[in-house]
């Protein structure tokens, strides 16, 4: 799937609501492109070992440490995208991956990646604040990245995310540094989970 498909899928999702839908949505994009199987990622894309390499980028996270991806090669990754002002979807999303990371074995859980899209709101004050409250500030590996806005814009370009988001996207990139799936909000943690363990079981 190009990235632009993945990008029109992403406003197609955003306007629907309810995890039921967007398991019809996956069905339905499935059955389109191949003969309805079992996956073995759960996302609404995803892709095979070693064919779509992450596109590659360097920000500086919350604490001004420069962060590129392959700094993080050691475990899987996850890449999503929030703002910490936020009150409606970053929230709820927030707190569903606190809650899975808690409930991951420590050698399964993957560095996360927090792309602002909201490159003026987001201070280092308001993101400890959501962190903490999203319960994302925990022992895990995390890195919230912030830039001007037209550096965050081509992150947002190359993961096929409109200038301004309307939506929450989740990628996951094995230890390799390949996209594996991609998840829409809003998404089953449970799933996310099973697909980041695969990941973590996997010989590099």
């Given at each position: 799937m190009s990235r632009a498909r993945l990008g029109a899928l992403t406003i197609a999702l955003a306007a629907l609501s309810g995890a039921g839908i967007g398991l019809v949505a996956h069905v339905a994009l499935g059955s389109a492109e191949?003969?309805?199987?079992?996956?073995?990622?759960h996302?609404?894309?995803s892709w095979p070992a070693g064919e779509r390499r992450a596109p590659p980028f360097e920000l500086r996270d919350q604490n001004g440490r420069a962060v590129s991806l392959p700094d993080l090669r050691d475990r899987p990754l996850l890449i999503t995208f929030l703002d910490s002002r936020c009150v409606e979807q970053c929230p709820i999303a927030g707190r569903q991956l606190g809650m899975m990371l808690r409930g991951m074995a420590p050698a399964d859980r993957p560095a996360l990646l927090i792309v602002s899209v909201d490159p003026a709101g987001d201070t280092p004050a308001s993101i400890r604040h959501a962190m903490t409250m999203w319960g994302l500030a925990g022992p895990y590996r995390w890195h919230w990245l912030r830039g001007s806005k037209s550096e965050?814009?081509?992150v947002w370009r190359a993961y096929g995310i409109t200038e301004e988001p309307a939506s929450l996207p989740l990628y996951l990139i094995d230890r390799r540094g390949f996209e594996r799936t991609g998840y829409l909000f809003p998404f089953l943690p449970n799933f996310v989970a099973l697909d980041l363990q695969t990941l973590a079981r996997e010989r590099v």
């Open positions: 191949r003969e309805l199987t079992l996956p073995q990622m996302g609404q894309a965050l814009a081509a």
